[in-house]
């Protein structure tokens, strides 16, 4: 009988194995918005063009020539907007969805510019191996999708058009997300580190169209008020996970995430957001006090006590506030009231409080109950 083990890990032939992992997305969205980008565009355009004049796909090009500058415009404001970063992209043809650049300018692209130094390239980043058998070899499970950065040909020849890392968002727009919903499948662990569901295909329905309409709305409503004060925003999108349970109905997660996203104003310190302008008015955040228990028995009819906090419970006292507001937030993310810590929120605790959660002091289905006790209506979560 075989055995069966599984051990993930991340790829160690790279000594920028860290860096491979964290790539940001490569949408494939952007286009020039100033003549410094344009100009850009058309140099390596003419690169490119000539490169694959002489390539097995050179017909393919001139065929597409109109579709190559465009994806030419996309890819390099990915590149430069990443600040020297890793960006990614899959190569399989399924992933190029809607409308904007398609599978096959893309691939002719990526390979022309690498031929011609512009771009690094890292393609079939293992992430996971499966071994059937002790001492058996590794199989690659998972892969990553194709990782490409500039190279210092391509960062010069955007100096030379005055773009840098730092300033190429001046120069390259995004406009608002062409897909602002999202379907996302679960996620999981990999090496211990959580990684983010692929984002996964679906037909529209009526529920569907409704929260996309809702966010097109105030995406468009946005993009008509100015934003100051070092504020990055180019529209949300709504993302959606665990799309791949089989009674998924657009009813877990829903948040919506500013872009672009790795530069968004969500990304910065609370220090630098309280910078931003709208109109040339400061904003200010307001914190819901215990979010999550608030709006819960606000959805029944049921105001909170004000004056007390919710998550000082009788019997554990002030110093159990933190455990008491994680057990209350794993739960609302579980399908029934936590009776075991889980890994990864054990994980999660000691790196934020750098000590481990003392499972003997707080078991978690004890606590829970005293929970329960004094907020009788989390009984029904």
Same mark, same amino acid.
């Given at each position: 009988?075989? =055995?069966?083990?599984?051990?993930?890990?991340?790829?160690?032939?790279?000594?920028?194995?860290?860096?491979?992992?964290?790539?940001?997305?490569?949408?494939?969205?952007?286009?020039?918005?100033?003549?410094?980008?344009?100009?850009?565009?058309?140099?390596?355009?003419?690169?490119?063009?000539?490169?694959?004049?002489?390539?097995?796909?050179?017909?393919?090009?001139?065929?597409? %020539?109109?579709? !190559?500058?465009?994806?030419?415009?996309?890819?390099?404001?990915?590149?430069?907007?990443?600040?020297?970063?890793?960006?990614?992209?899959?190569?399989?043809?399924?992933?190029?969805?809607?409308?904007?650049?398609?599978?096959?300018?893309?691939?002719?692209?990526?390979?022309?510019?690498?031929?011609?130094?512009?771009?690094?390239?890292?393609?079939?980043?293992?992430?996971? @191996?499966?071994?059937?058998?002790?001492?058996?070899?590794?199989?690659?499970? %998972?892969? @990553?999708? /194709?990782?490409?950065?500039?190279?210092?040909?391509?960062?010069?020849?955007?100096?030379?058009?005055?773009?840098?890392?730092?300033?190429?968002?001046?120069?390259?727009?995004?406009?608002?997300?062409?897909?602002?919903?999202?379907?996302?499948?679960?996620?999981?662990?990999?090496?211990?580190?959580?990684?983010?569901?692929?984002?996964?295909?679906?037909?529209?329905?009526?529920?569907?169209?409704?929260?996309?309409?809702?966010?097109?709305?105030?995406?468009?409503?946005?993009? =008509?008020?100015?934003?100051? #004060? #070092?504020?990055?925003?180019?529209?949300?999108?709504?993302?959606?996970?665990?799309?791949?349970?089989?009674?998924?109905?657009?009813?877990?997660?829903?948040? !919506?995430?500013?872009?672009?996203?790795?530069?968004?104003?969500?990304?910065?310190?609370?220090?630098?957001?309280?910078?931003?302008?709208?109109?040339?008015?400061?904003?200010?955040?307001?914190? !819901?006090? /215990?979010?999550?228990?608030?709006?819960?028995?606000?959805?029944?009819?049921?105001?909170?006590?004000?004056?007390?906090?919710?998550?000082?419970?009788?019997?554990?006292?002030?110093?159990?506030?933190?455990?008491?507001?994680?057990?209350?937030?794993?739960?609302?993310?579980?399908?029934?009231? !936590?009776?075991? @810590?889980?890994?990864?929120?054990?994980?999660?605790?000691?790196?934020?409080?750098?000590?481990?959660?003392?499972?003997? %002091?707080?078991?978690?289905?004890?606590?829970?109950?005293?929970?329960?006790?004094?907020?009788?209506?989390?009984?029904?979560?």
């Amino acid at each position: 009988m075989l =055995k069966h083990s599984l051990s993930a890990f991340t790829e160690t032939q790279a000594s920028n194995g860290d860096e491979l992992r964290d790539a940001t997305f490569a949408s494939l969205e952007g286009h020039p918005c100033t003549e410094a980008a344009q100009a850009l565009t058309e140099a390596v355009n003419e690169q490119v063009l000539h490169q694959l004049a002489h390539a097995e796909f050179g017909g393919e090009a001139k065929a597409n %020539r109109n579709k !190559l500058k465009p994806a030419i415009a996309a890819f390099l404001a990915d590149l430069l907007s990443a600040e020297g970063k890793w960006v990614y992209r899959s190569l399989k043809r399924d992933s190029f969805t809607g409308p904007g650049v398609g599978a096959r300018a893309f691939l002719a692209l990526q390979q022309a510019m690498r031929e011609l130094g512009l771009v690094e390239h890292y393609g079939g980043v293992v992430s996971h @191996w499966v071994r059937f058998d002790e001492g058996g070899p590794a199989l690659a499970n %998972r892969r @990553w999708a /194709a990782r490409y950065r500039p190279t210092k040909k391509l960062i010069a020849l955007a100096g030379e058009h005055g773009i840098g890392l730092e300033n190429a968002l001046d120069h390259f727009d995004y406009g608002l997300p062409k897909q602002p919903l999202q379907k996302r499948a679960a996620s999981t662990r990999v090496a211990r580190r959580k990684v983010q569901g692929q984002v996964m295909k679906f037909e529209h329905t009526d529920l569907s169209l409704k929260l996309e309409a809702d966010v097109q709305e105030l995406n468009e409503f946005l993009a =008509k008020q100015t934003f100051g #004060g #070092g504020c990055v925003h180019r529209g949300y999108v709504r993302m959606f996970h665990n799309g791949d349970a089989a009674d998924f109905n657009w009813d877990q997660g829903g948040r !919506l995430y500013s872009q672009p996203a790795d530069k968004n104003y969500q990304q910065q310190s609370g220090e630098k957001r309280l910078e931003m302008t709208i109109n040339g008015l400061p904003v200010v955040e307001i914190d !819901l006090r /215990a979010s999550y228990l608030t709006i819960f028995h606000a959805w029944h009819g049921i105001q909170l006590d004000r004056e007390q906090d919710p998550y000082v419970i009788p019997g554990l006292g002030e110093e159990a506030r933190e455990v008491v507001k994680l057990w209350v937030a794993a739960t609302f993310g579980s399908t029934e009231p !936590l009776r075991k @810590w889980p890994t990864d929120v054990l994980k999660d605790y000691k790196e934020k409080h750098g000590h481990p959660l003392d499972r003997k %002091r707080y078991p978690a289905a004890q606590l829970g109950e005293l929970i329960v006790k004094h907020h009788p209506l989390s009984i029904g979560l």
